[in-house]
């Protein structure tokens, strides 16, 4: 099973980017999907999760309202699109996927994961 995740670049505060985490190896159609982030010597922080069927979002505090999370069951992909972006943003995100039809805020829940992509913002 593999999560790719791309779609990070180096942008100026107040642009937007749209990450994409595409699975490959499994289908996970039926099972919630989650971003989260980590900045350097910073510990790994929830920021959007999605459920099976895309019904249920959760997003962190400091991104509701700023970011859309969204999925394509039919492409196994999951999107994360990012407005307004902060300095504070920066961090490599990284997409996991859970075995669960509901995402949840705790990295412990989730099985699978991504390699990173880097979201660098400048201000």
């Known amino acids: 099973v593999q999560l790719q995740a791309s779609g990070g670049g180096l942008v100026q505060a107040g642009s937007s980017l749209r990450l994409s985490c595409a699975a490959s190896?499994?289908?996970?159609?039926?099972?919630?999907v989650g971003w989260f982030r980590q900045a350097p010597g910073k510990e790994r922080e929830f920021v959007a999760s999605i459920s099976w069927n895309g019904d249920t979002t959760y997003y962190a505090d400091s991104v509701k309202g700023r970011f859309i999370i969204s999925r394509d069951r039919a492409k196994n992909t999951v999107y994360l699109r990012m407005n307004s972006l902060k300095s504070e943003d920066t961090a490599v995100y990284y997409c996991a996927g859970s075995l669960r039809a509901y995402g949840t805020t705790t990295t412990t829940n989730y099985r699978y994961w991504g390699q990173g992509t880097q979201v660098t913002v400048s201000s």
């Open positions: 190896g499994r289908t996970f159609s039926n099972n919630a």
